[in-house]
């Protein structure tokens, strides 16, 4: 005849009845048996255990599914002869219903091969009837929540360290190294911030390639969301943008087609991208602007920094196919640098929580930082940056920095 009783896999640690260091919350059994005889066997033997565990008794597998929700009990004992399931079919409904719950399978004496499959198809454990006493009943239900706790935290483990191996892949195309070749006209400093969820890689890229005719093109976006869709699309937008700019589209038209490739690659249609692209001509020291929703930018010279937000158009995907993102034409010194991040800088929340840093707190943060070596001031504003948010649990978002000057090559030359 049917039984199944279920106890909470949280609840046992090295005392049967310990719920947690310190803790004595009375372990929770759920009895699904049919026959009034077994299930006062198995009340005796709940009995006899110390401190005694709460027990509950069902019928039915239905019934027992009404009690697998959110207040689940810490095991389940399952005979396989329920009035609504036979077999191995009542141990996999109780996994589909809830496969967090350890489950101790209850055999008949001639049925010991069957207890045999059940341990094959998921269940912790099994018991013969008949042959069951209180003290081998005890050790089965412990045995059973450990084997099913150490099963989760090694389904846990393989599930990160499978995130952290896509992570790296996705982050790999997402932060490139730049293609600047041998006569590089510019220095590139990029760095990347993981937000407090690291398991959740963001839609943050960049890339810089330089041209045969040397001219260098740069960029920085962030699609919207986080996981790894967003970080997909965001890849899907670079290595677009790159083979675009490999086969010499640029302009506006370079964004036209980046926002094609973003509604096809989108999940939904509510997610966009912003970005800030650059055209740095080192014949004219000339740069050539196109922004996308993106924020602003740090102009860094030798007289000090300005925060620069250029006209622009919407991000890709608001209104696809119908906005515009005009050009606009900037000099750069040779003393001077521009520095590009995604709005995970400013964003955050600083202090006690109840404010966020903003663009106008970045900028005023900036004006504090030594700027002459640009890997010390971009390192040095994220550390700040982090250092004010700490108390609010850290980063919010990813951030992603490219800083770009010219070259000391280039520097020379004027």
């Not at 989760?152 to 892949?169: G, I, K, P, V, Y």
């Amino acid at each position: 005849m049917p039984t199944v009783v279920v106890v909470r896999s949280d609840a046992l640690n090295t005392d049967l009845f310990a719920v947690g260091p310190g803790s004595r919350r009375q372990l929770h059994l759920l009895l699904v048996e049919d026959d009034p005889g077994d299930a006062l066997l198995v009340e005796e033997m709940v009995a006899d255990l110390s401190p005694r565990p709460r027990l509950d008794w069902v019928r039915t597998l239905t019934e027992a599914g009404d009690r697998l929700g959110a207040d689940a009990p810490d095991c389940v004992l399952l005979d396989l002869h329920l009035p609504d399931a036979h077999g191995l079919e009542a141990l996999a409904a109780i996994r589909d219903q809830n496969d967090q719950v350890p489950v101790v399978v209850m055999t008949g004496l001639d049925q010991e091969r069957t207890g045999l499959s059940a341990l094959a198809s998921g269940a912790q454990d099994y018991l013969v009837k008949g042959r069951v006493d209180p003290e081998l009943f005890g050790r089965a239900v412990r045995y059973a929540i450990q084997r099913k706790q150490a099963e989760l935290t090694q389904a846990a483990l393989q599930a990160s360290q499978m995130r952290a191996q896509e992570n790296s892949r996705l982050e790999r195309g997402l932060l490139p190294t730049p293609l600047l070749g041998a006569d590089a006209a510019v220095e590139v400093v990029s760095r990347y911030r993981p937000g407090r969820d690291h398991s959740l890689l963001g839609g943050d890229f960049y890339d810089v390639v330089q041209d045969p005719t040397g001219v260098v093109h740069a960029i920085i976006g962030d699609v919207s969301g986080h996981g790894p869709d967003a970080a997909a699309t965001g890849v899907a937008l670079r290595l677009a943008w790159r083979t675009l700019v490999l086969s010499g589209v640029t302009g506006a038209r370079q964004l036209n087609l980046l926002e094609e490739v973003l509604v096809a690659e989108r999940a939904d249609q509510q997610t966009f991208a912003t970005a800030t692209s650059l055209v740095l001509d080192p014949a004219t020291r000339q740069v050539s602007v196109r922004r996308a929703g993106h924020p602003g930018m740090l102009r860094c010279a030798d007289a000090g920094l300005s925060w620069l937000e250029v006209p622009g158009g919407p991000a890709l995907g608001f209104i696809p196919g119908q906005a515009l993102w005009p050009a606009h034409e900037l000099a750069l010194d040779a003393d001077a640098g521009l520095m590009l991040f995604t709005d995970g800088l400013f964003e955050g929340r600083v202090g006690d929580g109840s404010t966020r840093l903003g663009e106008d707190g970045l900028f005023a943060l900036a004006q504090t930082l030594p700027t002459e070596q640009p890997e010390s001031f971009v390192d040095a504003l994220i550390g700040q940056v982090a250092e004010l948010s700490s108390a609010a649990g850290g980063l919010d978002d990813d951030v992603a920095i490219l800083y770009l000057r010219w070259s000391d090559v280039m520097r020379r030359n004027t």
